[in-house]
């Protein structure tokens, strides 16, 4: 299909990487820029590991223009161990929070949370198969909440925030795992935004963090020593020895998109990708995707072709056409297509090219 | 010096991977195996990466003789999130757990422990530097204590348990992240084993526990559910994403050290690496070493010159011989050599040379 014989990956993550990053790790894999090691072997205390540490934090503070009284965080865990963490160091004023349930993974939070306070659903649309964004204003929020938690894009479902919610004076907490990097945000209206690196970032191992600094400190004394934020924030991020290959990949990552004009230049591929692929979904009645409008996912493009053999027959042909992990998550089934930063834009026309001929013989 | 230019690195982890793993590596980097993809890329419900994960579960099992009644988990967090997750997890019974302070991450896995009941050191060797491993008996052990805990080998000070101690039918909980897959083990004699791979296995992101089953789903129900032994083992270790790729290392690493002959060949050659070093410290009294000879450790040779602006200067004259990393930790200088599995035997004749160079000009 590709150079080195690739398929297009449509995998909701892990996920593919760019191929000039993927070229750069195996041209330095035995020797990194003539140091005589692997970066898979080099000490975490070395002069040149922290080289690359600290470049890439202060690449992706350039990339997502992170204010200064922001942490970055480089921690491992996933998404599953911030589920915890979130609620053992910000539950601790009032012992509230509020969740808003889009999906799988805020609903998974949120029943976390409810081992560490009281952790309460204050919008939610489930009810609907999570096919949008559920609606809530500031009123709704319990004046006494800690902070208010959003997955801000939802894999499964295909939805994302398309605008910022109003959650007046409150603390808002994001999961970005499955968007970071592929748009601009205004991080100041967060307190915490975390992201699991396995969609735009990196291979699975390291989840970002970035963090308010007056929110550092409010774990209680008996937390789990790894699961405090201060832990981390005190040395940054080298606490305990770090991921450190997956983070040297993250920071190629974030020098590549640097490199082809931040993350503005990277949206507008985004922009252009994911709209050809809804162009074509809104032209036909064939596939169906079940999103509302306009909380549609960039990411995370999800259809079904509303007969569930038919919907098989398609998974296992595009297989066949260098297309795979097309299927959707194994708790709702159909069709996802993962297009993430790393996904060229001929992979996205090639997928379209297969769905109109799919569409053809299967009519 | 090496191939491909590298360097002999004596770190204490990270450390040096084996030179054909890292081909290996190199190779399949852009496209695992003719599947077109990384590894770096791959769904972890894969039928490709599922296997990847079945084979590395089953080759260390093969080559540490696990029992049947085992699990094998590959987590992440390290060391640190052990140290909570064993009396999350194993002081469930008495509250009381007993530990073995034979250096510095022993005495920090005590000090994390004490957060989750009543953890007692019951026997040291700070005293003396952590000069040797501290003798006990069953009889120093409280009738009530859920588990003994121990640092199997002891990274900084370089010792390490080359007896099994007795503790009479308490359960017996080891750190062996610095000498796994160096020596066999009877693994029934534990309950716990528990390894960060980057010494011996893998790059950092991935920890090796190995479980007795009927010690797995003895947390209370408000545990982190990261924490919770039982959902990794429920899950093989697929709860959420686990760090894919260092696991994909680790699993080379296993079925190198299977072609060379398993663990017993491995040990012969680490018997024969640091018995040189020890026998060349031995035979000189320009370098001393601080560790009881019945208690030295195969992987973390410790020595200093008794001056420490001459460590220092043999830790820089040592850097332009092409022997990186030989400084001792940073909370006591002088020298280590950490000689893992993956240190050539060429590497310790290099390192050897070097010092009785250094022994004759600075005598």
Redesign the interface.
């Known amino acids: 299909?590709t150079d080195?014989?690739?398929?297009y990956?449509f995998?909701?993550?892990?996920?593919?990487?760019p191929?000039p990053v993927?070229?750069k790790?195996?041209d330095d894999?035995?020797?990194y820029q003539?140091?005589?090691?692997?970066?898979?072997?080099?000490?975490?205390?070395?002069s040149e590991f922290v080289q690359i540490y600290n470049d890439a934090v202060q690449n992706l503070r350039d990339l997502l223009n992170i204010p200064d009284n922001y942490k970055v965080l480089f921690l491992?865990?996933?998404?599953?161990?911030q589920?915890?963490m979130v609620p053992?160091n910000l539950m601790t004023e009032n012992h509230k929070a509020d969740y808003i349930v889009s999906g799988s993974w805020a609903k998974k939070a949120a029943k976390?949370a409810v081992?560490?306070g009281d952790a309460k659903v204050i919008a939610s649309s489930e009810d609907t198969v999570f096919d949008h964004i559920p609606e809530f204003t500031a009123d709704d929020i319990r004046p006494d909440a800690d902070y208010v938690y959003v997955c801000w894009n939802n894999t499964i479902y295909g939805s994302h925030f398309n605008k910022y919610p109003d959650v007046g004076d409150k603390l808002l907490v994001a999961d970005m795992s499955s968007s970071i990097l592929s748009e601009e945000i205004d991080v100041s209206k967060f307190g915490l935004i975390y992201a699991?690196a396995?969609k735009n970032v990196?291979?699975?191992?390291?989840t970002i963090v970035i963090i308010r600094e007056d929110l550092i400190g409010k774990a209680p004394?008996?937390?789990?020593?790894?699961?405090n934020y201060k832990t981390h924030a005190d040395k940054d991020s080298m606490?305990?020895?770090?991921?450190?290959?997956?983070l040297y990949?993250a920071g190629e990552v974030f020098k590549y998109i640097k490199s082809i004009g931040g993350v503005k230049a990277m949206h507008e591929i985004d922009v252009r990708k994911a709209g050809k692929l809804y162009d074509y979904l809104d032209s036909t009645d064939f596939y169906k995707t079940p999103v509302k409008k306009e909380d549609r996912s960039l990411m995370n493009v999800v259809f079904v072709t509303g007969d569930k053999d038919l919907d098989k027959k398609f998974v296992a042909e595009a297989k066949e056409n260098?297309i795979?992990?097309i299927n959707g998550h194994?708790s709702i089934g159909g069709m996802r297509a993962s297009i993430y930063n790393a996904m060229p834009e001929e992979g996205v026309d090639h997928l379209i090219e297969f769905m109109k001929k799919f569409e053809q013989e299967n009519r």
Chains 1, 2 share one sequence.
């Open positions: 299909m080195y014989g690739r398929v990956n995998s909701a993550g892990p996920s593919m990487l191929v993927l070229e790790v195996r894999l035995l020797n003539g140091t005589g090691e692997s970066v898979m072997e080099m000490s975490h205390r070395s491992q865990g996933g998404g599953t161990l589920f915890s053992m976390e081992k560490f699991g396995q990196a291979p699975a191992g390291v004394e008996d937390t789990p020593v790894y699961l606490y305990n020895t770090p991921p450190c290959f997956a990949v260098g795979i992990n194994r």
